[in-house]
């Protein structure tokens, strides 16, 4: 099993900036993605950031140029770093880990992020 926690994830004023963390531990036999999903209220889980195995990156359009995904492998640690914040970026933020080589997807319980205007 995999276990990720989150943290970093808090109240802040629109415009400003947050950093969220997931440390992953446990049977990691290969890290193939680590990323950042989201969820609001009554919507679907949505991608906001991922990392690949060879440190390609993919992003929401809705948060390009404005959030940075980067990782620690030494630590199997995964930052979300979050400038210009929005209202609309109020959500729950959900580490996901792409483990081994049948890819199995591991989840961690979410860390909740609101942005006041």
């Known amino acids: 099993q995999v276990q990720l926690v989150e943290s970093g994830g808090g109240l802040v004023q629109a415009g400003g900036s947050l950093r969220l963390s997931c440390v992953a531990s446990?049977?990691?036999?290969?890290?193939?993605?680590m990323g950042w999903y989201r969820q609001e209220p009554g919507k679907q889980r949505e991608l906001v950031a991922r990392?690949?195995?060879?440190?390609?990156?993919n992003y929401a359009i809705s948060v390009k140029g404005r959030f940075t995904i980067s990782r620690d492998n030494a630590k199997n640690t995964v930052y979300l770093q979050m400038n210009t914040m929005k209202p609309e970026d109020t959500a729950v933020y959900y580490c996901?880990?792409?483990?081994?080589?049948?890819?199995?997807?591991?989840w961690g319980k979410g860390t909740l992020v609101t942005v006041s205007s």
């Open positions: 996901n880990l792409n483990n081994g080589p049948l890819g199995i997807y591991y």
């Open positions: 446990g049977s990691i036999s290969s890290i193939n993605a």
């Open positions: 990392m690949h195995s060879d440190g390609t990156t």
